[in-house]
């Protein structure tokens, strides 16, 4: 089957610019993460779907970062103003259901704020 | 609160001896906790599951309730195990991933 896709997968942008990324999850799939991964760290989860609502958004920085996942496929994750400290790799991942289900991950998306 | 620690940032290990990477984590209700590992150029991708009590590439996991962990091991490395391995525990509706431990296998 076809795995996740994201794009683009770099991005290099200056600081107060925006930016967005997009997240194609596996076909069937209802639950759709994104997380961000600075250097030396672990995934930290920005926000869940399930199908189009939004299930947990607690550690999104709501006053720039956003997020959509109209017709519960596709999603877009928007930063505006970016900032240096977003500098990190962006991840999605999609799994069937919620608890307990292994979360397939897409290559991600680089980004560097200068 | 959650949290999920590994303590080791890099872990180096001969060919053909004993690998034990450490998770601790801390939560109050009953976890379900994971084992992701990223090999070079691909993507983060699940190795083993506490729920499914499965072994994978050799690798097994015991979640240890009253030591609060949920240590990976192999009983012989090999140089393909070379990788980044994250530990994740899901509750509350949340999933945290540690901040991951490097295994360098040595030839």
């Known amino acids: 089957e076809a795995g996740v896709a994201q794009s683009p997968r770099y991005k290099i942008i200056e600081k107060r610019q925006s930016v967005a990324f997009w997240c194609n999850p596996i076909s069937g799939h209802a639950t759709l993460y994104w997380y961000q991964q600075i250097l030396g760290q672990g995934p930290k989860l920005l926000i869940q779907?399930?199908?189009?609502?939004?299930?947990?958004d607690s550690q999104l920085p709501k006053d720039r970062f956003s997020a959509e996942r109209l017709k519960g496929v596709d999603s877009t994750l928007k930063i505006q103003p970016a900032k240096l400290e977003d500098s990190a790799v962006y991840l999605c991942?999609?799994?069937?259901?919620?608890?307990?289900?292994?979360?397939?991950f897409g290559p991600g998306t680089r980004l560097t704020v200068l | 609160a959650q949290r999920v620690t590994q303590p080791e940032k890099l872990l180096s290990v001969f060919k053909g001896a004993p690998v034990e990477l450490k998770c601790n984590y801390s939560y109050s209700g009953s976890p379900e906790l994971f084992w992701y590992v990223q090999y070079s150029r691909q993507r983060l991708q699940l190795l083993l599951r506490h729920i499914s009590r499965e072994s994978i590439k050799g690798f097994t996991a015991d979640l240890n309730k009253g030591e609060t962990s949920f240590h990976l091991k192999k009983p012989f490395a090999q140089e393909e195990d070379s990788a980044m391995y994250y530990c994740a525990l899901r509750g509350d509706d949340k999933i945290i991933f540690g901040k991951g431990t490097r295994l360098h296998i040595l030839p």
């Open positions: 779907f399930q199908n189009n609502g939004v299930v947990d």
């Open positions: 991942a999609s799994s069937w259901g919620d608890r307990g289900l292994e979360q397939f």
